[in-house]
């Protein structure tokens, strides 16, 4: 069982860059896939990027390049760095974690609004 925190949501302008953070609690000794989650009202809430426990990654295609996603086992944190933002990247972003054996993501946040402004 893992708690998740997110923070650094903020609005800003177009162009600009935000790192969000995830602060992660709980039991933690175990392998697990890290990953960023976003949503827009009526819309599904899809995957933007993900980590494993020995770092590798994935990006959704929409961010690939801009984004990057890291963590710090030893802070216990995930992080989210946002980088020539755009209007379209506007949501409200998730941490979420899972157990490698595990085939979708059990544990979210409550998550943290990004408003990209135009």
């Known amino acids: 069982q893992l708690r998740l925190m997110e923070s650094g949501g903020a609005s800003v302008e177009a162009g600009g860059s935000l790192k969000l953070s995830c602060a992660v609690s709980?039991?933690?000794?175990?392998?697990?896939?890290m990953a960023w989650y976003r949503q827009v009202p009526g819309q599904k809430r899809e995957e933007v990027a993900e980590?494993?426990?020995?770092?590798?990654?994935s990006y959704d295609d929409s961010v690939r390049g801009r984004f990057t996603i890291s963590q710090d086992n030893a802070k216990k944190s995930l992080y989210l760095q946002m980088s020539s933002l755009k209007p379209e990247d506007t949501a409200t972003y998730y941490c979420?974690?899972?157990?490698?054996?595990?085939?979708?993501?059990?544990?979210w946040g409550r998550g943290t609004q990004v408003t990209v402004s135009s």
């Open positions: 979420a974690a899972r157990r490698a054996v595990h085939s979708a993501y059990p544990w």
């Open positions: 709980g039991d933690t000794n175990d392998r697990y896939y």
């Open positions: 980590i494993d426990w020995d770092g590798r990654t």
